[in-house]
């Protein structure tokens, strides 16, 4: 079946500018996780939705950062006014249940480079 | 503050040789543990995993991993590493209430040599 797919792959911001990434989980996983990962460093944590609850929100790194998954399903990460530091692969991952130990699935992430 | 450890920036092995990568976290509680593998233009994808039971834990690809409580440790071990095996390796442990935040380490960069 289908995997997590992220949408854009690429994404070329000048300083400033709000972008937008997408998130499609596999279809009736509950969980939906953002992760940041920073060039040769291991992907930190950002944020995590039970359904469209946002039950942690505790590793988004400035207000500039929002995210949302109104109806349970997409998600979008909303990254406001980018600066350089932001530029990352930004990481999405699903899991079928709400548990801990539960295997999360990975997107193939999305590259942002802010310029 | 949960934290998970790799000491090893990057290991180099011999096809064929055995591999043992390295991991110490720390946390309160018995930890859900990972290892997830990450290769070039792949998304990461889950070796094994460890949350009760026995210590150790057989995944996928051949990997196995030992979870020791008293050192912390939940070391990745493979007897016979194959060429395709030559990725990015990383450990992570689910922390907070309930386990769901995840917490990686920075990862093992494994080459291997023919």
Redesign the interface.
């Known amino acids: 079946g289908a995997?997590?797919s992220q949408s854009p792959r690429y994404k070329v911001a000048k300083r400033g500018q709000d972008v937008a990434l997408r998130c499609d989980p596999i279809s009736g996983h509950v969980?939906l996780?953002w992760?940041q990962q920073a060039l040769?460093?291991?992907?930190?944590?950002l944020t995590?939705f039970q359904n469209e609850a946002q039950?942690?929100k505790?590793?988004l790194p400035s207000d500039r950062f929002f995210a949302e998954r109104p109806e349970g399903s997409v998600s979008t990460l909303k990254i406001q006014r980018t600066q350089q530091e932001d530029s990352a692969v930004y990481?999405c991952?699903s899991s079928l249940f709400?548990?801990?130990?539960e295997?999360?699935y990975?997107?193939?992430?999305t590259r942002l480079l802010v310029l | 503050a949960q934290s998970v450890t790799q000491p090893d920036i990057h290991i180099t092995v011999s096809e064929g040789a055995s591999l043992e990568l390295r991991c110490n976290y720390s946390y309160g509680a018995t930890p859900y543990l990972f290892w997830y593998v990450q290769s070039p233009g792949q998304g990461l994808q889950l070796l094994l995993k460890y949350f009760s039971g026995d210590t150790l834990v057989q995944g996928i690809k051949g990997f196995e991993a030992e979870f020791k409580r008293s050192q912390s440790s939940f070391n990745l071990r493979k007897p016979s590493v194959h060429w395709s095996d030559a990725a990015e390796y990383f450990c992570a442990v689910g922390a907070g209430t309930g386990g769901f935040k995840t917490i990686f380490g920075a990862g093992t960069r494994l080459f291997v040599k023919a």
């Open positions: 995997g997590v969980s996780f992760y040769g460093q291991g992907p930190e944590f995590y039950l942690d505790s590793g990481l991952a709400s548990a801990g130990e295997t999360q990975f997107g193939p992430g």
